[in-house]
């Protein structure tokens, strides 16, 4: 079997002393919120302890603001949009974070998360150039009626793309946003899927985690990769680690890829930092930045482990492959991205 690992240490290196010194404090600041958390935990109406909570948070989002905007590619959406936008934002991750969110749910919410964050990675740079839309309508009388609307021209974006896929939490994330690339271009354009099988070594900290992409068990072309824009989705950016495989393994193939955006709902300021430090044509746009990792490399606050909220838990030694998982987000999901699955389908089948 061919596999290719990368090392925590081997990412920590990329890291300057400035971003070392920016989490230290990032750490410390948030040792104060999971103090307040363990006053809660004890007692849920504590008002003080509630109150710390809050007034740790609001300083950490401000200190996260400031160490984000000196970094020009990472992309946050609750920092970059104005303030009338962000109750929706926050409203949705709260939503997500809740452990009472059922799977059903979680995916609703998911899909709202990934249309903001379509938007704000394509479209919002595309406002001043518009296409319009001629849309038929449904009435006839006195006539049959056509309807005229606007939208962001995002074509000249997104027609050499293809949507690299970090299984298996980045599935339906990566249809989602195949979804709305097919939507807003012009000619429906279906974008190519690039299947990666990666995973990290769980039974390791963060300080020591390996990162190991299963070539046997992934699915892909280096040759339709090479000069493209290429796109990743993935829920939780928490180390940076897979990404950074994959991308490194690419271009030791001799593979230059034109871009990379990687598009979270929740991004980890480690993860984020090693991204953009390690690969110089990627940006990271997410919906939301928490501040830290515990010791198992989970992202915190967090919300769990995004992959299993989204796809439920395999039995046993035999996980689901491809075709079996999508089978399982049941018909709605698959009639809505129909054409995203065909794609999908015929990726893995050749």
């Known amino acids: 079997m061919k596999k290719i690992v990368l090392h925590a240490t081997d990412l920590d290196g990329f890291l300057t002393n400035q971003d070392k010194e920016d989490l230290d404090q990032i750490e410390k600041m948030y040792d104060e919120s999971l103090e307040a958390c363990r006053l809660i935990d004890n007692d849920p109406a504590d008002e003080k302890a509630l109150s710390r909570l809050v007034d740790s948070a609001r300083d950490i989002g401000h200190k996260l603001e400031e160490i984000t905007k000196n970094n020009k590619r990472i992309h946050v959406y609750s920092f970059d949009t104005p303030d009338e936008m962000h109750g929706e934002c926050s409203r949705i991750i709260s939503k997500l974070r809740d452990p009472e969110t059922g799977h059903e749910e979680f995916l609703y919410y998911i899909q709202r998360a990934y249309e903001l964050m379509f938007t704000h990675t394509f479209a919002d740079e ?86 190991i992409l299963d070539l046997d068990k992934s699915f892909f072309s280096l040759s339709e990769l090479d000069g493209k824009d290429l796109i990743f989705a993935d829920p939780m950016n928490a180390t940076g680690g897979s990404l950074v495989t994959i991308v490194k393994y690419l271009k030791d193939e001799g593979i230059k890829p034109k871009s990379i955006k990687f598009i979270n709902v929740i991004s980890a300021l480690k993860g984020a930092l090693r991204i953009t430090r390690a690969i110089e044509e990627a940006e990271v746009y997410t919906l939301w930045m928490d501040p830290v990792l515990n010791d198992k490399a989970y992202i915190l606050p967090g919300l769990g482990d995004a992959g299993d909220r989204l796809n439920g838990i395999d039995s046993g ?34």
């Open 317 to 350: 030694a035999s996980p689901r492959n491809m075709i079996q998982l999508i089978a399982d987000y049941g018909t709605s999901i698959v009639n809505l991205y129909r054409d995203q699955v065909r794609e999908i389908e015929k990726t893995v089948l050749n």
């Open 126 to 211: 595309c406002l001043p150039k518009k296409r319009s839309i001629i849309q038929k309508t449904p009435v006839t009388n006195p006539v049959r009626n056509y309807a005229v609307h606007k939208i962001p021209d995002v074509d000249d974006m997104i027609h050499n793309s293809v949507m690299c896929v970090m299984l298996r939490g980045a599935l339906l994330p990566s249809m989602i946003i195949s979804k709305e690339i097919e939507d807003y271009s012009s000619d429906r354009y279906i974008t190519p899927f690039a299947l990666f099988k990666i995973k990290r070594d769980e039974s390791r900290s963060e300080k020591n985690m390996d990162y």
